[in-house]
């Protein structure tokens, strides 16, 4: 936890966007896998979901500090962050008891095991950690079992510094990291040395999201090596037909087949090993409010099947490319 810890620190001091890269490719070049996997698992915008609730910690802290809510408040307010106003509150000094575990193990024998405790075996376990743990090692724990792990360099200056680690192009290590997979030893080791031996067949190719050109337009090179298409305002997604499977995703998640049911039947009939590229939604959708999309498509939405069904196989999608490229 010592070392992720400094690493956050040292990712959230610059913005020098060479010196985020160079923090995280001395980072994995020189963690154990074990912990250099559920790095990579935050830092390319995984989460655990919330183990605690917010108000366990709130009372934690108020007890521990012996100061009123309305003080927490304005504590809370001026720092902005509820996982930094409380690493804050509860420094402990230099009363603390350090105990360096590593990151790998802090996570699979102490946070994940949180989601089965009751409320006041919660508030002991946190207790005991709060006072392991100094203010910065503090704030990166509570963020992680809040479900609210943020930091600041995106999931592609991670996967930059990886391939740098690895010897191989940003695109190839992106493809390597997209999908799901276990935050394991055995999957980061897997990733440095290549592509896994047991591809996953729901895995996608990297999202390419349109972005700003940042040199001269020349330095693309001749205009007749390349395509144009217009920049559609929706949400790109993509369908892998594989091993007599289909997997819809979004950039953020791989989207359940109930809600997508009638959308992902019609794409049973593709030829395998195949990736189709779409889009949902667009200012021009007359059914449904593109913030409905975004929930969608994130994951988020919790609405009843038939709701989903209605949103996600009507105008949703408008333009549907077979891409015929072999895997």
Same mark, same amino acid.
């Given at each position: 936890? =010592?070392?992720?810890?400094?690493? $956050? ?7 020098? @966007?060479?010196?985020?890269? %160079?923090?995280?490719?001395? $980072? ?36 521990? @500090? ?35 575990? !590593? ?27 709060? @006072? ?33 680690? %690895?010897?191989?192009?940003? %695109? ?8 799901? &997979? ?21 895995? !996608? $190719? ?19 090596? &390349?395509?144009?298409?217009? =920049? ?20 953020? %998640? ?37 913030? =409905? ?18 949103? @996600? ?15």
């Amino acid at each position: 936890m =010592k070392s992720f810890a400094a690493l $956050y620190d040292a990712l959230d001091r610059t913005t020098s @966007t060479n010196k985020k890269v %160079a923090a995280l490719a001395a $980072y994995f070049a020189a963690t154990p896998p074990a912990d250099a996997a559920w790095a990579l698992f935050f830092l390319t915008g995984r989460k655990i979901k919330r183990l605690i609730p917010s108000r366990v910690l709130w009372e934690l802290t108020r007890d521990l @500090t012996g100061w009123p809510e309305w003080l927490l408040e304005h504590c809370y307010a001026a720092v902005g962050d509820f996982a930094e106003a409380m690493a804050l509150l509860n420094d402990h000094g230099d009363a603390v008891v350090p105990v360096d575990l !590593p990151l790998s193990r802090w996570i699979t024998e102490r946070v994940i095991p949180l989601k089965d405790m009751d409320a006041g075996q919660q508030r002991e376990a946190m207790r005991a950690y709060w @006072t392991e743990l100094d203010v910065s090692q503090t704030f990166v724990l509570n963020r992680i079992i809040t479900g609210e792990f943020r930091v600041g360099a995106s999931a592609t200056l991670a996967i930059r510094a990886l391939a740098q680690v %690895a010897g191989v192009p940003p %695109a190839t290590m992106a493809h390597r990291v997209m999908g799901d &997979w276990p935050p394991t030893e055995a999957f980061f080791s897997e990733v440095l040395a290549g592509a896994p031996a047991e591809a996953v067949p729901s895995r !996608p $190719y990297p999202f390419f999201l349109a972005s700003p050109l940042e040199s001269p337009v020349e330095s693309l090179g001749p205009r007749e090596e &390349w395509l144009a298409e217009w =920049k559609w305002d929706g949400i790109r997604a993509q369908i892998v037909r594989r091993q007599g499977a289909v997997f819809l995703w979004s950039p953020w %998640a791989l989207l359940g087949p109930v809600a997508f049911v009638g959308y992902i039947s019609r794409f049973q009939i593709a030829p395998e090993e195949r990736v189709l590229a779409s889009m949902f939604g667009s200012e021009y959708s007359t059914f449904n409010p593109f913030g =409905k999309v975004c929930e969608i498509c994130g994951g988020r939405y919790s609405g009843p099947p038939s709701m989903n069904a209605d949103v @996600t196989n009507n105008d949703l999608v408008f333009t549907t490319l077979l891409l015929r490229m072999q895997l």
